[in-house]
């Protein structure tokens, strides 16, 4: 008995002087939450699921909505691996011991990135979860599902096993708003179920953008009804040979509503003026002389061109912009910009303006690649997403205080890790776990406007499910990290101490991770 209180003793001195250090010390061996948050204190006990806990929900208006995206979404992954019913229930109910509580109510102190924010408090009674929106809750159980440990992951009941978590109290805000995800689906096409299985794998870590990037040279992967031919003739191919595919407007509306429901916004990619081959190929106008080159499958980039001063080439853009601003709910369309070495400059930035007035006709905004920044039609709120983030390539944006998204080398998942991946392209140097942690965004861009970064899987090499989870884990967790942790409180030593933990996660979830990222 005087041993525990001594224990307990100690453990409470330990969290306050965790919490006079700024709170942020996670004790490891117990638990492993990847991102790190904002503040963790390891308080007295231990929390038990059981048979009885339900999930109350106390969030007025939005009772629906959180019922249906957040403590059903919970509810199933308990009840997969511990059997248990998990009834969800709404205030009045007053909380029961061993149930879970979601409260949607505003912070005593404003926060800045509130939407996304969240409190989770796990006493030996109950475990609450408050934030201001919907949004935090979803965030806060992804951090609850990582205190249960692997075997809350697992499909089928795990036997035996008592339910129990430290008692906590964690305080958490992400550092930057726009964390995302690229996913090139042109130069590999990838059905839709497994897209959605990695927006699940992604919600983990709490990455909130998903980048489609849906055409390029090798293929076109979005039905446009007024152009049958980009689905019937520019979607066939892909690079190496291997089929094609593209998705029908009904299954991106149904792509965009699950990322949706796990908080995460899809941000469709057409790529242009350059990156157009298919294009080119399914539609003889779209070429000077009325005649289509031959479909590509190898992986050169900068040969193919959209005609900037033809009218043909805007009433194209047009018809695309049109269909995909009416069934793509995001503000944004990503309009590519990059690597179009086949324009001339002056074309290129022509281009651009006339681009960026039909997505703004059509109620959107922009984002695109370095260089579009240089063109005038690109202010603010236009966003820049700058893929070299080397220090001259900021002045654009800089002088214009564009909002950038950030995506050096070390967000390039399609990279090599090292000498012996076999997957995976080397132009940019090898991306080991280390360097996808170890950059800080402040610092690579002291003076620009940063919305966030963005982790892109480009698939010239990547053809499987297998192939995309070995590229992306463990190192979206670690770029995921960078996007949510306040640079202060991040250090690689420490992350790698919370891999073990989060290893054991991936593997009940059944994802091919890379075991050679060093
Ligand atoms: C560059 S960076 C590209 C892509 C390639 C990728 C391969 C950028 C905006 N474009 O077209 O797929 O490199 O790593």
């Excluded at 969240?118 to 965030?139: C, H, Q, S, W």
């Excluded at 070429?287 to 992986?299: C, H, S, W």
Aim: aromatic content about 10%; glycine content about 6%.
């Amino acid at each position: 008995m005087i041993k525990k209180i001594q224990k307990r003793a100690i453990i409470a001195l330990t969290a306050a002087i965790q919490c006079l250090t700024g709170c942020s010390t996670i004790d490891t061996a117990k638990v492993s939450i990847v991102p790190k948050p904002l503040s963790f204190t390891e308080t007295n006990g231990e929390f038990e699921l059981t048979a009885n806990s339900r999930i109350i929900i106390i969030a007025g208006s939005s009772y629906n909505e959180i019922k249906q995206n957040i403590a059903e979404y919970l509810a199933k992954i308990l009840r997969g691996s511990t059997g248990f019913s998990v009834e969800i229930a709404q205030a009045p109910e007053t909380p029961a011991d061993g149930d879970i509580v979601f409260r949607l109510a505003a912070f005593e102190t404003p926060r800045s990135c509130y939407i996304e924010s969240y409190d989770l408090i796990v006493d030996e009674k109950n475990i609450t979860i408050t934030a201001n929106e919907p949004a935090g809750l979803f965030r806060g159980v992804q951090t609850l599902r990582q205190l249960f440990g692997a075997d809350i992951e697992r499909k089928g009941p795990v036997h035996d096993k008592k339910w129990s978590i430290t008692c906590v109290e964690i305080s958490d805000s992400p550092a930057y708003q726009y964390r995302g995800l690229m996913l090139d689906v042109a130069r590999h096409f990838f059905p839709k179920e497994v897209i959605m299985r990695q927006i699940d794998l992604a919600a983990q870590y709490k990455i909130n953008k998903l980048h489609l990037h849906l055409t390029d040279d090798q293929g076109w992967r979005i039905e446009i009804k007024s152009r049958p031919a980009l689905t019937e003739i520019g979607s066939l191919g892909a690079v190496g040979g291997a089929p094609g595919g593209y998705y029908t407007q009904e299954d991106f509306i149904e792509i965009v509503k699950y990322a949706a429901a796990r908080y995460i916004e899809v941000i469709p990619e057409i790529d242009m003026p350059g990156h157009v081959n298919a294009a080119l190929v399914s539609i003889p106008e779209l070429n000077p002389n009325g005649i289509p080159p031959k479909p590509r499958t190898d992986i050169a980039v900068g040969y193919s061109t959209l005609q900037a001063r033809s009218e043909v080439t805007y009433e194209f853009v047009e018809d695309v912009i049109r269909e995909l601003a009416a069934i793509s709910p995001s503000k944004y369309i990503h309009i590519g910009g990059d690597e179009a070495d086949a324009t001339p400059l002056e074309d290129y930035l022509y281009f651009i303006g006339r681009v960026s007035e039909i997505v703004k006709k059509y109620g959107k905004t922009t984002i695109g690649w370095t260089p579009y920044d240089r063109s005038e039609a690109i202010v603010p709120d236009a966003v820049i997403q700058n893929w070299f983030c080397t220090p001259g390539t900021f002045n654009y944006s800089n002088s214009k205080n564009l909002q950038v998204i950030l995506s050096p080398a070390w967000t390039y998942l399609d990279q090599k890790y090292n000498t012996n991946t076999k997957l995976g392209l080397q132009w940019r140097g090898f991306v080991n776990l280390r360097s996808s942690y170890n950059w800080f965004p402040s610092k690579m861009a002291p003076n620009a406007n940063i919305y966030g970064i963005e982790s892109a899987l480009w698939t010239e090499t990547i053809v499987t499910q297998d192939d995309m989870d070995y590229m992306l884990y463990p190192r979206l967790m670690a770029n995921a990290e960078v996007g949510w942790t306040q640079e202060k409180n991040r250090n690689y030593s420490d992350f790698r101490r919370r891999l073990p933990g989060q290893f054991a996660r991936l593997d009940a979830l059944e994802v091919n991770y890379s075991k050679r990222y060093d």
